[in-house]
């Protein structure tokens, strides 16, 4: 069974660009495009690990974590902030948020 990671971007191309990278390396890739949406998902799919975009519109990256973190059903979940937004700036909120990681946005394909 393939690993399932959630993306949570809301622009299509990013969103797209990471699916492709994540699936080439062999993991199941399920997709959300607000902060609403990942919480929904991340109930449903039980996903493995979530990527989670900072600037969502609606309930931002940061909102969604906390709520997913104080939820005993998807605390246990990984989530690692992936944003254009600048690490040192919301590296140590990510962090606040239980976040276990900070992956700045443009991916390459060399990050992974």
Known sequence: MLAKILIVEDHPDSREILRIQIERLGYQVIEARSGEEAIQKAFTENPD???MDLGLPGMNGIEATTALKQNS???????????????????????????VEFLP???FPAVF
Not at 85 to 99: I, Q
């Open 49 to 51: 690990l979530i990527i």
């Open 73 to 99: 059903d998807t605390s246990d979940i990984p989530i690692i902030a992936h944003s254009v937004w600048g690490a040192e700036d919301y590296a140590a909120e990510a962090l606040k948020a239980c976040m």
């Open 105 to 107: 946005k443009p991916t």
